[in-house]
């Protein structure tokens, strides 16, 4: 059955498609319709105005100091930036998506402007060829680093690459042999990283020439020639349709659905033609959907920045360490876990932190209410739910309004102070953890 469109559909789409949504936002997308908004979402297109130009690093200042490009922290910080003022955000969430399934860390790497290139091209191919993404990561700098590309040489065959572009990146645990990881290694042979060029070289005296073998396909295959051997197999469109889905939609979908995505996936290669399928099914806007999953602590830091008008500050990066996310730095060659791994015991009691210094950030008029209503009279579960509703909460339960008015109750007079600890409840409530 086709859900309506309605205020309520669209703070569920962009909460998962963007950081959540502003009321002209809102407002745009009650004008435009489902169709319309998914589609200029998917492609890169504002809702609201043109396309906006972001600053460059040099130009951006955090905690009154200017960001720099060589720092690590500062990168990070300006990813947050972009996060919270673009206005394409599905690019800028797409390029954290891949940033986990092309799971590459600085700690290896070691170099900040390798790790902003390869962001670049997350960024640059976010929502576009999933083949042409696929084949410029295996020449890109930092994953060469990471998965010693470099060390992979006819004489001496290195098979992470080979390893990790089936089982993580494209086909998925159980769907290849150990002799078809060492078959497609020998087609990676020969690239390498040259620092002092500051490229990626590729040296055809390095190059395994003989015959290969894999997926029952036979030639002598290269980097390009293995990589559509990958794209031929239909499980590679089912094995990233079932992420997608598990990023922006649902922890278990229906077969179903994942078959009509990974159909269309298929078809095209766009990336956006499979989110494009997502963000339109009926499965998405179905009661279940709504609420069903754990906010990431980017999701967290950035939704809140946006909802808040938070000034920008490195305290946002170091929050997101202390959450489990570090920018640049996933934990492994996975990436993050997610999901119910966001909620641990010290990844709480980060987020209870966090909360309690942005209580105290918030400039005090976000607390006003209507100003045609004197809010003295305003009940406390009303007052509740129009500070959800601003920070784009999809449903407060009954349990956390009556838990909020009874401990507002406590205090005699509603002072600036207790607004700003039934805030930090507010943040830290259960509602405000999912989306």
């Keep these: 059955m086709a859900k309506g469109w309605t205020e309520k559909e669209i703070i569920h789409l962009l909460n998962r498609a963007a950081f959540g949504a502003s009321d002209l936002e809102i407002a745009a997308s009650l004008s435009f319709g489902k169709e319309e908004t998914v589609h200029r979402l998917v492609n890169g297109l504002p809702l609201t105005t043109e396309p906006k130009k972001l600053a460059p690093i040099e130009q951006v200042q955090a905690d009154g100091q200017t960001l720099k490009p060589d720092q690590l922290i500062d990168q990070q910080v300006y990813w947050l930036y972009r996060m919270i003022q673009s206005n394409t955000p599905l690019i800028e969430k797409m390029t954290l998506f891949w940033h986990s399934h092309f799971a590459t860390s600085f700690a290896k790497v070691n170099s900040v402007p390798l790790m902003v290139r390869q962001n670049e091209l997350f960024r640059s191919k976010a929502l576009g060829s999933f083949r042409e993404l696929l084949l410029a990561i295996g020449t890109d700098p930092a994953m060469m680093i990471w998965l010693d590309v470099g060390d992979n040489q006819k004489d001496s065959p290195n098979e992470n690459y080979a390893r990790e572009v089936m089982e993580l990146f494209t086909l998925g645990r159980g769907h290849y042999s150990e002799q078809d990881v060492k078959e497609a290694a020998k087609s990676f042979t020969g690239w390498r990283y040259d620092e002092e060029k500051d490229q990626s070289i590729f040296d055809p005296n390095l190059h395994d020439n003989s015959m290969k073998l894999v997926l029952g396909e036979q030639g002598n295959m290269n980097d390009e020639d293995v990589l559509e051997v990958f794209l031929e197999q239909p499980i590679l469109y089912d094995f990233v349709t079932l992420k997608l889905l598990q990023a922006f939609a649902f922890h278990n979908p229906s077969k179903s659905w994942r078959a009509r995505i990974a159909s269309r996936f298929a078809q095209s290669l766009q990336i956006k033609d499979a ?96 100003a045609l209503k004197s809010t003295a009279k305003v009940p406390m579960d009303e007052r509740l739910r129009t500070w959800s509703k601003k920070l784009r909460i999809e449903q407060l339960t009954n349990a956390t309004i009556n838990g909020l008015t009874a401990y507002s109750q406590d205090s005699l007079v509603l002072t600036d102070s207790v607004k700003r600890q039934l805030l930090q409840m507010l943040m830290l409530c259960p509602e405000t953890q999912v989306k």
């Design 275 to 370: 989110l494009d399928e997502l963000f339109l099914s009926d499965e998405f806007y179905d009661e279940t959907c709504y609420m069903s999953l754990i906010k990431s602590p980017v999701d967290y830091v950035v939704s809140l920045a946006r909802a808040l008008s938070l000034p920008l500050s490195r305290n946002m990066a170091d929050a997101l360490k202390h959450m489990g996310q570090e920018l640049f730095v996933p934990p492994n060659v996975a990436g993050w876990q997610g999901g119910e791994s966001w909620l641990i015991t010290s990844y709480l009691l980060a987020r209870f932190q966090y909360a309690e210094i942005v209580s105290n950030q918030v400039a005090s008029d976000w607390f006003l209410l209507n």
